[in-house]
């Protein structure tokens, strides 16, 4: 059964360090997410993405933030100068379409920052 | 600000028992919903979609959808142990495909 991949499944950052989260969609999907989730708290949307750039993002993706899909089937997540703040599990998700359509997550990334 | 409310329990039944687990959202504009089982440290797994007022069965499972209310549930019928989880509620308000995820209901099915 197809499934959205993620790696790494836990990285562990410095404060103020660059990292880059990795995600294979499923291959017939066009429509890319990624969200978080602190510990204990709700899963937060943070940026969807269609044919090649945002569809939509929430007040979280500030500009430490960007995605990019560098090849065919990547979809990835920059976070840069990182804080504390961002120790979370970060999820991609991907669908066939927007709107009424069915979402599948990937295994998620565990990120903490020291 | 866009909504989904969700006891957030836990709500314990026993096996076999049926468990009604509730939702509630406040953007008028949603169309889908959804529901997802989350184990403890795992990721969001889908349920059951739901984009009509009525109900929609799978297997054990039977979304309930209310627009007039604002109102979603999922019944687990014969529930199981293996069921314990985190139920997780979400609205899709728009046609970008984002959802908006409630707090999640903890559910345990007690031998």
């Known amino acids: 059964e197809p499934e959205v991949t993620q790696t790494p499944s836990h990285q562990v950052t410095q404060m103020g360090q660059e990292v880059i989260l990795r995600c294979v969609p499923i291959s017939n999907h066009l429509y890319f997410y990624w969200y978080r989730q602190i510990l204990g708290q709700k899963v937060e949307f943070l940026v969807s993405f269609y044919n090649n750039e945002i569809s939509e993002k929430s007040e979280i993706f500030d500009d430490q933030f960007s995605v990019e899909r560098p090849d065919g089937s990547n979809f990835t997540l920059k976070i840069r100068s990182t804080k504390l703040e961002d120790s979370a599990m970060y999820f991609c998700?991907?669908?066939?379409?927007?709107?009424?359509?069915?979402?599948?997550f990937g295994q998620g990334t565990r990120l903490t920052v020291v | 600000q866009k909504e989904v409310e969700q006891n957030s329990g836990p709500l314990s039944v026993p096996e076999g028992a049926i468990a009604s687990l509730n939702c509630t959202y406040s953007?008028?504009?949603?169309?889908?919903f959804f529901w997802y089982r989350q184990y403890s440290g795992k990721s969001p797994e889908l349920i059951m979609s739901i984009y009509s007022n009525g109900d929609k069965e799978d297997g054990r499972f039977t979304a309930q959808l209310n627009k007039a209310s604002q109102y979603v549930s999922l019944l687990i019928r014969d529930s199981q142990p293996s069921d314990s989880a985190t139920y997780l509620c979400?609205?899709?308000?728009?046609?970008?495909?984002?959802?908006?995820f409630g707090q999640g209901t903890t559910l345990q099915v007690k031998p």
């Open positions: 998700a991907s669908s066939e379409s927007g709107g009424i359509t069915e979402a599948f």
């Open positions: 953007d008028r504009v949603s169309q889908s």
């Open positions: 979400a609205a899709s308000p728009s046609n970008t495909g984002k959802l908006i």
